[in-house]
């Protein structure tokens, strides 16, 4: 079982940057898929990215192409989401996950553990 506990949620203006940690339980950290998703208020939780085992493949909504990137440090048992350029539609819960299947997917259902989510709030 991988226990995942996110970090670095909080408030800030529009245009701005905030950069989310996903700190992972356990030994196989390397061997699995990491992704994130977010849940904003009366929406179904969204695919944001993910990033392949060893870091050199990543894929991203296109909500959020160009301004989010994911990375990962194997080393730490960490995955990050830097995001810039934050707009007010980015306000959400945003989730990390752990994909064993070691293929990148944009369904949820395909991610076997979450962690509790950390709220990104986005002041216009």
């Known amino acids: 079982q991988v226990q995942l506990v996110e970090s670095g949620g909080g408030l800030v203006q529009a245009g701005g940057s905030l950069r989310l940690s996903c700190a992972a339980s356990?030994?196989?950290?390397?061997?699995?898929?990491m992704a994130w998703f977010r849940q904003a208020p009366g929406k179904e939780r969204e695919f944001v990215g993910a990033i392949s085992q060893s870091g050199d493949r990543s894929y991203y909504a296109d909500s959020v192409k160009g301004r989010f990137t994911i990375s990962r440090d194997n080393a730490k048992n960490a995955v990050y989401l830097q995001m810039n350029s934050l707009k007010p539609e980015d306000t959400a819960i945003y989730y990390c996950a752990v994909g064993s299947s070691g293929l990148i997917f944009t369904n949820q259902r395909a991610y076997d553990y979450w962690g509790q989510g950390a709220q990104v709030t986005v002041s216009s």
């Open positions: 356990g030994r196989t950290f390397s061997r699995y898929v």
